[in-house]
């Protein structure tokens, strides 16, 4: 995967991730992939609802020692 | 100014009072559960859809006194402050979000006992779960305790009650029980349904038919009734001669589902012969109180919910099906989703795992769902 950027959110909680994502995510080109790190759990839920309402693809999720890494493509 | 507005409010407002909600949640997570009260209004918008701005929310809202509501506190605030920004009047977020709806009990005062005492109602609102305290001379039982004990440990202080007795009516597996805890904390007994304790990893009192409770000197009785079902232990109990605390048998709305424990089809029949015969023998002047509610209209002018026996034979669609087949099909079919958690819920009931609080209040997210129907 061609991760174009990484973002890390790990300790911050909602809404600070999903804000700070779209912040990234603006930045991109379309087709970019970005990478974010949380801790919050409420952040598995919400990347992927944030993901479909604003047209990217969230095309990976997983959970490394309490650390949730999220893939998500720019539409 | 955004101001904070406690879940005790909140539970004010949705007994007696009127309010528009902002949830700023997941659709889903909306749709599944959400506060709700005869005069609440609430619309649901994703807070990541308002990171920009709230124009397009501000034409659904009041001019003012809206609450905003997400899931632990965060996002609402932040949404509050937006909408203060753009001229709202008076804007509250949930203090601590539906985490802390969902822990929030109502205390309301059933009735008096004849011989002296009383019996109280907790209301767990946000979730449905209704808990009992039952207090005569100084002492009391506390049946169907709610996993946050906080609230009957202040209420026995500010009473200046002995807590004596910890019961449960069935290994729940719609919430976690703070029976044993709040008995250990006190030196109460812990009393279980001994059918629904083969597994358990601790010792316990026996809840059985010929075993009576007696609470302070005047001798308030609790009798158990065995009326299996909802559990294959599930028993219900007797208070003072007047009241029917049914567990999850008997619901104002509604009756018990009996698949929580995977056992559906064996367990048909002992539900249908715990109503129809056990319950149809008892005398109908008995106020039924529940271990739950499913709709909030349910709630009476104090946030109660009660009904008497008599009435329920009456109304009750699930007392009134005429024949076995039928009943069979309404307690086994079309049956909403299963408790969130429900299996790892009944495991530390039973003491076979130990989930930290965070873990414990994940598990206990969403409505009950013990009855055959919404």
């Known amino acids: 995967m061609n991760v174009k950027q990484t973002l890390d959110t790990k300790g911050l909680s909602c809404p600070m991730p999903i804000v700070k994502t779209k912040k990234a995510m603006d930045g991109l080109a379309s087709g970019g992939i970005l990478e974010v790190l949380a801790t919050d759990k409420g952040a598995v839920n919400d990347l992927s609802a944030w993901s479909k309402s604003s047209g990217h693809e969230l095309l990976d999720h997983k959970e490394e020692d309490g650390v949730f890494k999220f893939y998500i493509q720019k539409g | 100014m955004v101001k904070a507005l406690t879940a005790k409010e909140v539970a004010k407002r949705v007994v007696e009072g009127k309010m528009f909600i902002l949830d700023v949640r997941n659709e889903s997570d909306f749709k599944d559960w959400k506060i709700e009260g005869k005069d609440i209004e609430s619309i649901n918008r994703p807070y990541f859809d308002l990171i920009d701005g709230v124009e397009d929310v501000l034409e659904h809202l009041p001019k003012e006194e809206v609450l905003v509501v997400c899931a632990k506190e965060g996002s609402s605030v932040m949404v509050a402050e937006m909408l203060d920004e753009a001229g709202i009047k008076d804007v509250y977020y949930l203090e601590g979000g539906m985490k802390a709806w969902s822990e929030y009990l109502l205390p309301v005062k059933i009735g008096d006992l004849k011989d002296g005492g009383s019996i109280y109602q907790f209301n767990r609102i946000g979730k449905g779960c209704l808990s009992y305290l039952v207090e005569s001379n100084g002492e009391a039982a506390i049946i169907d305790s ?8 202040d209420f026995a202080k500010e009473n200046n009650i002995e807590i004596k007795h910890m019961i449960d009516t069935h290994l729940h597996a719609d919430h976690i029980s703070g029976g044993r805890r709040l008995a250990e904390k006190t030196n109460a007994t812990y009393w279980l349904p001994p059918k629904d304790a083969e597994e358990v990893t601790f010792s316990y009192e026996a809840l059985e038919e010929d075993k009576d409770i007696t609470i302070g000197n005047t001798k308030i009785e609790i009798q158990p009734l065995y009326t299996p079902g909802h559990t294959i232990g599930s028993t219900s109990m007797i208070v003072d001669g007047q009241y029917l605390l049914s567990g999850d048998i008997l619901f104002v709305d509604s009756i018990g589902r009996p698949d929580l424990a995977g056992k559906a089809e064996d367990w048909v029949s002992d539900l249908h012969d715990s109503l129809y015969n056990k319950y149809n023998n008892l005398s109908k002047d008995l106020i039924v109180l529940p271990a739950h509610f ?81």
């Open chain 2, 146 to 153: 709610a996993r946050t004990i906080e609230a009957y440990e």
């Open chain 2, 294 to 374: 499913g709709k909030i209209s349910e709630l009476d002018e104090k946030g109660a919910v009660q009904a008497p026996l008599g009435e329920l034979f009456e109304k009750n669609e699930g007392l009134n099906i005429e024949s076995d087949d039928e009943f069979r099909r309404a307690v086994t079919e079309n049956l909403p989703p299963q408790p969130n958690a429900y299996q790892e819920i009944r495991q530390t009931n039973m003491g076979k795992i130990d989930p930290t609080t965070d873990e414990q209040r994940e598990m206990e997210i969403g409505p009950n769902r013990c009855a055959i129907t919404e």
